[in-house]
Every structure is written in C-alpha cells, then in structure tokens.
C-alpha cells in the first residue's frame, strides 16, 4: 500500500483513504464522488452534528446500551470536534448524496477515528465504530435536521443582536436630524414635506419588527425530532431516547429546546426551516429597500440629491480622481440579494420531500447557515463602518425643499385641490416657489376661500407656509 493511504473497507468494499485523515471509507467516498463546488460545511453544521453524538453517547451509556469507556471516548472526540479542533475533516460537498448520509458519516467517522485513537488504537482500526458506536440509536434522517435546528439556534443571539445594534444606530441617527425638514417622495417625485429624522426613525423601526420576525420564527426550530431514527418510528432507539436525548442537548447547549409531539412530521416537514428563512429573507428585503434609500439620498453629490453624506472609506475610482462611492450600501444590496437566493433555494429544497423524508437536507442546511453568516457580517460591517458615521447635508435638504412646489398641498383648506393644482403648474413654468407666487396672488385677490368663497388674505398664505416643520407630524415618532 501507498504510504500515502490506508486502505480501509465498506459494504461497498476497498477504498483507499489519505493515511493521516480522521475520516473514512464512506466519507472518501463522497468527495471523489462529489467534486462539486469547493465548499465546506459550516462551522455551525460541525459544532451542531458533534453535539448531537456527544450527547447520544451519554444518552445510550445512561441507557446500559453503550459500554461506558467507549462513551467516554466519544464524548471525548465529539468534544474537541465541538471546541473546533478537527474542522479540516470536514470534507463532504454541500452538494452530495440526499438526506446528509455523507455529512453524518463523516461526523461519525472523525469521531470513531479520533476515539479509537484516544483509547490507544490507529486510524481505521475501529475500536470504537462509527455506525455500531457513534451513531447509536441514530439515523441520518433524524441527526441531521435536529442538527440543522441546533445549528440555527447556536447563531440566534449573534444574528439578533447584529440586527437589534442596526436598529439602534438607525434610531440614534433619527434623532440627531429630527430637525431637519426635507421634501417627501412619493413614486420618486416630489411629495409633502418630511423631516430626515422621520425617515430614520422608519428605517429603525423596520429592521426591530425584522429582529422581531426572526425571534418568532425561531420557536419553531426547538422542538426537536431526535430519536425518530430512520422514518419517525423510533426502531433501534430506546423508548426514553427521544426525552433524554432532548434533556441531554440542553444541558449541553444551554439553548431552550423540547421534545416533538410527532417524529414523523418533524422529519417529513422543512417547514420550520423554510419559516425561519423567509424571516430572514423579509429582514434582506429591508435592508436592500434601506440600502437603496442611502445611495439616493447620498447621490452626486454636486448632481444629485446629497441629503446625507456617507463615511468616506475608500477611492471610489481607478480612473476619476476624487469620486467616493456608496460601497457599504452597495455591498449590503448585493449581500442582501445574495441572502435572498440562499432563501429560495430552502423554499425549492423544503417542498421537495416525499413521503417519509425530505432528501434536500444538505443544501437546507449550507443554506440556511449561509444566510446567517452572510447577514451577520453584512449587517455588523454596514452599521459600524456606514450608518454609524454617516452625516446629514441639512443645507441641500433644506434647499430642495424651498423648490418643491407641492407644499401648496398646505393651502388645500384655504384654496382647494383644484386651485393648488394649477399653483404648481404655474410656479413650475415661472420657475418660482409656491409661497412666492400664492402670496403675489393673495395680494392681487386672485385666491378664493373654496369653502368661503372670499379673497384669501397674503397672512393667511404666510401662516400656511410659513413653518413647513408643522406639516410632519410634530417630529419623528419615539
């Protein structure tokens, strides 16, 4: 034999793996059968899947199932996988066979190589074994969507404070330019007026209720259908497995989980992987909505609208000198975008499983902790780099709204739509402002009271325009 490999057996027969690898003959298996795209699992899948062998260690020895120093081995290995000492062993394709048979047999394969060793034996001598011992009362089939379940909850206060720190930072930035009064937008043409600290406080506002949506969904993914082994039934695992495996996970994770009333329908359905996704595909549609309010607002600056001003962190051009682009909010609309089609993917994935088994798994999985990451880093680098130090350009802001024309909508219970309407064609030919022309109009007694049917006075065409701050409301909402 090679000295570079080890020959180790399988059902299937002989299989040559690397000779210093912590995996097997069906994980080798898997990588020279799916060269795919390179990619890895993620830590979460890693920590998630080791957790629950450590925990069915304890479970089945508890039991009298599982001789004691054989699960002390294991919880041994599992535990250094947990600490993330092997994550270089984790060498399955996210896209691979269905169901995640490869990515299980892969944990259980590192886990029994690394037990063995740990009890004095060498690699794929099998001491401990990894479906006799390892994967005691277990199956694919109900490891690897319990493990997608931890995985998500390990990362849930990481992504929610991500999201609640954006919130934050968006409603301090409200305050600060609560003063400022701007022209609204509606359709992308000018609207009513709106003070910049209002608009800010909407932002803030969407991403909590977001953080909210995701917490909810969230509850979804504690109940859990660990010990429904292959199809739901139970067969192979002990009748108090399924309750001590979910006390044992825990107490081991500190995270608030809880037994499943039916094992089929926690193995047959994605649907709460799906949910929780969509929660966090609603949190990307924000974010890319916000993303692209912030490249308007900050367009130009000399040809656009230069509302507010972002933090300057990089030339924005090879070729012009001088140009600064909106790369944080550029970067969170592609991560945004890219959050979404990771969303889809689980959506496509969780309505095709059939009968007993949703075979998507894998992809579920790479997906779902996809999506966490991408978001989590995404949201973190947006907040602190972007929105943080982002200024208003309360002059411009001002300035646009001196032009804005539709503020005669203030006159509407002095003159009435129709009259306020042809005030805005005419300013808008003259190139003059609204309070301009209703006050030369109102001296010469050509505005009519539309309820009175009486000159409306130049006064009360000052009052009405005079402080546009009173038409937003009063301020920003707290």
């Known amino acids: 034999m090679n000295q570079q490999f080890r020959l180790e057996r399988d059902s299937l027969g002989e299989v040559r793996v690397p000779a210093e690898a912590l995996y097997g003959a069906q994980t080798q298996r898997a990588v020279e059968n799916f060269p795919i795209s390179g990619l890895r699992p993620w830590r979460a899948f890693i920590w998630s899947m080791a957790t629950v062998k450590y925990a069915a260690a304890r479970v089945n020895a508890d039991l009298g199932l599982l001789d004691v120093d054989l699960a002390k081995a294991i919880q041994q290995a599992a535990q250094e996988v947990i600490d993330g000492k092997w994550d270089d062993q984790f060498v399955v394709d996210p896209f691979q066979a269905g169901a995640g048979t490869s990515q299980n047999m892969n944990t259980n394969e590192v886990i029994a190589n690394r037990a063995t060793q740990l009890m004095g034996g060498g690699l794929g001598e099998y001491r401990v074994h990894p479906n006799d011992h390892v994967n005691m009362a277990q199956s694919t089939n109900d490891t690897i969507p319990t493990a997608i379940r931890l995985g998500c909850l390990w990362r849930l206060d990481e992504l929610l404070s991500v999201v609640e720190q954006l919130g934050k930072t968006l409603h301090a930035k409200a305050l600060e330019f609560d003063g400022i009064v701007k022209s609204g937008r509606t359709h992308l043409q000018d609207a009513v007026p709106v003070r910049l600290g209002q608009e800010f406080t909407a932002y803030a506002r969407a991403v909590e209720q977001d953080g909210e949506r995701i917490s909810r969904s969230a509850e979804g993914l504690r109940h859990l259908g660990i010990g429904g082994t292959a199809t739901g039934s139970g067969l192979n695992a002990h009748p108090e497995y399924h309750a001590r495996m979910v006390s044992e996970l825990v107490s081991l994770t500190g995270l608030e989980l809880y037994t499943s009333e039916d094992l089929f329908e926690r193995m047959q359905s994605m649907a709460d992987m799906a949910d929780f996704s969509a929660s966090i595909r609603t949190l990307a549609i924000t974010l890319t909505r916000i993303a692209n309010d912030f490249r308007l607002l900050s367009s130009g600056p000399a040809t656009g609208l230069d509302e507010i001003r972002l933090p300057a962190v990089q030339p924005g051009s090879s070729i012009m000198p001088g140009k600064v682009n909106p790369v944080l909010a550029e970067m969170l609309n592609m991560a945004m975008f890219h959050v979404q089609g990771c969303d889809h993917t689980v959506a496509m994935a969780a309505q095709a499983g059939q009968l007993e088994l949703n075979v998507m798994m894998p992809i579920i999985a790479h997906n779902l ?110």
């Open 369 to 478: 902790f996809e999506m966490m990451q991408v978001t989590n880093g995404s949201v973190r680098a947006f907040t602190e780099k972007c929105v943080a130090g982002l200024e208003a350009n309360q002059e411009k802001a001002e300035g646009w709204l001196d032009k804005n024309a539709i503020v005669v909508t203030a006159l509407n219970p002095l003159i009435g739509y129709a009259a306020g309407a042809a005030l805005v064609k005419q300013a808008l030919a003259k190139n003059v402002s609204i309070r301009e022309l209703a006050s030369e109009q109102a001296k010469a007694g050509d505005l009519l009271h539309v309820a009175e049917e009486r000159p409306v006075s130049p006064e009360e065409v000052e009052s009405a325009l005079s402080d546009l701050g009173k038409l937003t409301n009063g301020g920003i909402f707290r």
